[in-house]
């Protein structure tokens, strides 16, 4: 019996809006690319981000065709694969690529300054400091948490 383990979690924001497809059994299918910065402790300007291809498929393929966009910082996680295959003339070629099964939102929608219009697209707006409801939860730090020296649980 031998033990693997394939699990990749990122945090960047989309180079470019999804794009869409579908298979030819009908299933829909969602690329982008996520840039994800480096920590790295020399500053140079050529090598501060990394941009990884993300593909998702079905109901998650859906949600992001209707609610990512250019820009948003979201969370991934899946798992690497490689594609192989041969192009006509015979040369193989490879790819490399997440195959996402888990996509959150890293930032509300206030914060990321958009608001959706009755057609579930995203319009552009100026991001202000109001409270507002969001439906989308925010995965970072409370300002409200640390003003409290208890312990959560």
């Not at 291809?53 to 948003?72: D, Q, S």
């Not at 694969?81 to 193989?92: A, N």
Request: aromatic residues 8%.
């Amino acid at each position: 019996m031998s033990i693997s383990y394939n699990k990749i979690i990122l945090v960047g924001r989309l180079t470019r809006d999804p794009e869409m497809k579908f298979s030819p059994s009908g299933t829909q299918i969602s690329t982008f690319s996520l840039a994800v910065d480096r920590n790295t402790r020399s500053a140079r300007e050529d090598d501060t981000a990394d941009f990884i291809r993300i593909v998702t498929f079905g109901k998650l393929a859906e949600f992001c065709g209707n609610y990512l966009a250019k820009g948003r910082l979201i969370l991934v996680e899946g798992s690497l694969r490689i594609r192989r295959w041969k192009t006509q003339d015979g040369e193989p070629r490879s790819t490399t690529e997440v195959l996402a099964n888990t996509i959150r939102f890293m930032e509300t929608k206030a914060q990321a300054g958009v608001t959706y219009d009755d057609s579930s697209t995203e319009k552009e707006t100026k991001p202000d400091d109001s409270d507002s409801d969001d439906d989308i939860t925010f995965f970072g730090n409370d300002s409200n948490d640390s003003k409290s020296d208890e312990v959560p649980f």
